[in-house]
């Protein structure tokens, strides 16, 4: 919701805390998934750099375990997985 109404650096700590619990946890999916969002909040706030080594990260994770979402290699694409009206985890 934080990203949606437009406030991408309370989302950014959001969903940073809950890509750290995850991976804590051992949710490996999950944590790759709350990445994506992480990647939009990101690409929200001019933060390409950034999205970008998020975008790597996750996209080899989720090739090691097969994993296919369509996750996009560019760091320029990773926001545009969260911007078609889905739920951003």
């Known amino acids: 919701m934080q990203l949606h109404r437009g406030d991408a650096a309370a989302a ?3 969903f940073q805390e809950a890509a750290d619990l995850w ?3 051992g949710g490996q999916y999950e944590w790759a998934q709350t990445l994506l969002s992480l990647i939009a909040a990101h690409r929200t706030s001019g933060g390409s750099k950034r999205a970008g080594l998020i975008t790597d990260q996750a996209a080899e994770f989720l090739s090691k375990v097969g994993a296919r979402p369509g996750l996009p290699m560019q760091a320029d694409q990773g926001a545009d997985l969260l911007s078609h ?3 951003c985890f």
Do not use: T
Request: charged share 35%; net charge positive; aromatic share 0%.
């Open 23 to 25: 991976k804590r946890l």
């Open 12 to 14: 950014i700590s959001s």
């Open 85 to 87: 009206d889905q739920p």
